[in-house]
């Protein structure tokens, strides 16, 4: 009897971290259309974003939430697709989907002539955004 409420509580935990994902990958989504007009992250996370649903067996209502969040800035997206590449990669085991969001991250990054390790450490190591 312990070992199914452990599995409940396991599929229930898994099923919060990926409606989280899912509704970063959402906010991402809106986030990345203010930096970037060509569509190519939007089309990258909306794929993802469907996926991840599909995978879990989650309806639009399981991952609904309030998207209408400030955009972060290019720096703080940037870094929310890294902590979410991380997320899918470690948590849920999917290297394929990991791998598109670092494409995302990447188109991101060269349409502002910037590089990534830039970005994530900054000229200085503090994080910010500097061109190179």
Known sequence: MRMKSDQETRAQRQHKEVAGIVFLLHSARAAAQRYCDDQVCESILE??????KATFAFSDSDCS????????????????????????????????????????????????????????????????????
């Open 65 to 132: 939430g309030d998207i209408r969040l400030t955009p972060p800035s290019f720096a703080a997206l940037l870094r929310m697709l890294e902590y979410l590449r991380v997320e899918i990669s470690t948590v849920l085991k999917d290297q394929t989907l990991s791998n598109e969001l670092a494409k995302c991250a990447a188109h991101l990054a060269a349409s502002r002539q910037l590089s990534l390790e830039t970005i994530w450490m900054g000229s200085e190591g503090n994080g910010t955004v500097t061109r190179q």
């Open 47 to 52: 794929s993802c974003a469907v996926r991840l």
